[in-house]
Every structure is written in structure tokens, then in C-alpha cells.
Nanobody, 123 residues
């Protein structure tokens, strides 16, 4: 299976972006799909996850601003990012795996990864 992210770009603080994670060779409705990001010089961090049962999880840093959703017909996971701030600047990756609830924030539990899409938020 393969994942491919799209939708990144350069925006100003307060703007919105919608990232997409399209899958081929695997059905996302059977997996937990996580979004992770990594800024230059920083460790990769968990952003959000959408489980196979439609449960959603968010890091506190994005709660109320980001929304993760799934389109089964398109086999795609979306990350809607509103009220973007410069600290959101990073490469965003989606990942899929059969992850238990207590482990959704742990990148090691995910088997499939996309190549990433750059999000840059200017102040």
C-alpha cells in the first residue's frame, strides 16, 4: 500500500489549508490514519488521528483548529487546518496502521507512510 499527501503550501497566519492523504493498495476504513509533522530542528510530533471506527484524536496544540475526516469513496483522509499559526510550519506526513487506542500518538505503530507535504505559515 501507498499513501500520498497533498494540499500543503505557503499561507499567512490565520489562513486555512486542507491536506489530503490518498491511499492506494489499502483501504483506509480498515486502519487508523495518523497525521504527524516535523519542523526543522525539532522532533516529529503527533497531530491528529482518525481510527477505523471514526474516533478522532488531536494533540492539544491543534484542538479546536484542526479537524480530521475520511471520505470512504475516495479512500482519502483529510486534515482541515484553520487559524494557522507560524508554529504550525512543518512537513506533514500521514501514516496508516492497525493501531490500538492507547498508541495512536506513537509513530512506531504505523506501517505505511507518505512522503510528506510542506506547510509554511508566515506571520
Amino acid at each position: 500500500g501507498q499513501l500520498e499527501e497533498s494540499g500543503g503550501g505557503l499561507v499567512q497566519a490565520g489562513d486555512s489549508l486542507r491536506l489530503a492523504c490518498a491511499a492506494s493498495g489499502l483501504s483506509l476504513s480498515s486502519y487508523t490514519v495518523g497525521w504527524f509533522r516535523q519542523a526543522p530542528g525539532k522532533e516529529r510530533e503527533f497531530v491528529a488521528a482518525f481510527r477505523w471506527n471514526r474516533a478522532t484524536y488531536y494533540t492539544d496544540r491543534v484542538k479546536g483548529r484542526f479537524t480530521v475526516s475520511r471520505d470512504n469513496a475516495k479512500n482519502t483522509i483529510f486534515l482541515q487546518m484553520n487559524s494557522l499559526i507560524p508554529d504550525d510550519t512543518a512537513v506533514y506526513h500521514c501514516a496508516a496502521g492497525r493501531v490500538i487506542t492507547s498508541n495512536v500518538e506513537n509513530a512506531s505503530g504505523y506501517n505505511y507512510w507518505g512522503q510528506g507535504t510542506q506547510v509554511t505559515v508566515s506571520s
